[in-house]
């Protein structure tokens, strides 16, 4: 079993960042894939972007340019840096782990409880 916690949300300005951590715990495995998913009130969980085990990262086109996926494997952790944010990235980030990137982006695996991102105009 895999158990993953989000840390790092919180309220900023437009124009403003914010890191994400996704810290993971259990049965952890080096080269599983990581990636992150958003979602809010009254919308749908939408892919945001994702890590393989390589080091490939795939990113939503919304956050492309402005979102930074990294792993860190000493330390079972994962990472979305955000950068110029905008208000409409506000939503809860949720964090998901499983054995390939493709599984990761179809939003299987294992999957923490989210921390909310909250950006104001």
């Known amino acids: 079993q895999v158990q993953l916690v989000e840390s790092g949300g919180g309220s900023v300005r437009a124009g403003g960042s914010l890191r994400l951590s996704c810290a993971a715990s259990?049965?952890?495995?080096?080269?599983?894939?990581m990636g992150w998913f958003r979602q809010a009130p009254g919308n749908e969980r939408e892919f945001v972007a994702a890590?393989?085990?390589?080091?490939?990262?795939y990113y939503a086109d919304s956050v492309k340019g402005r979102f930074t996926i990294s792993m860190d494997n000493a330390k079972n952790t994962g990472y979305l840096q955000m950068n110029s944010l905008k208000p409409e990235d506000t939503a809860v980030y949720y964090c998901n782990t499983e054995r390939t990137v493709g599984a990761v982006q179809n939003g299987g695996g294992y999957w923490g409880p989210g921390t909310q991102v909250t950006v104001s105009s």
């Open positions: 890590i393989s085990g390589a080091g490939s990262t």
């Open positions: 259990g049965r952890t495995f080096s080269r599983y894939a």
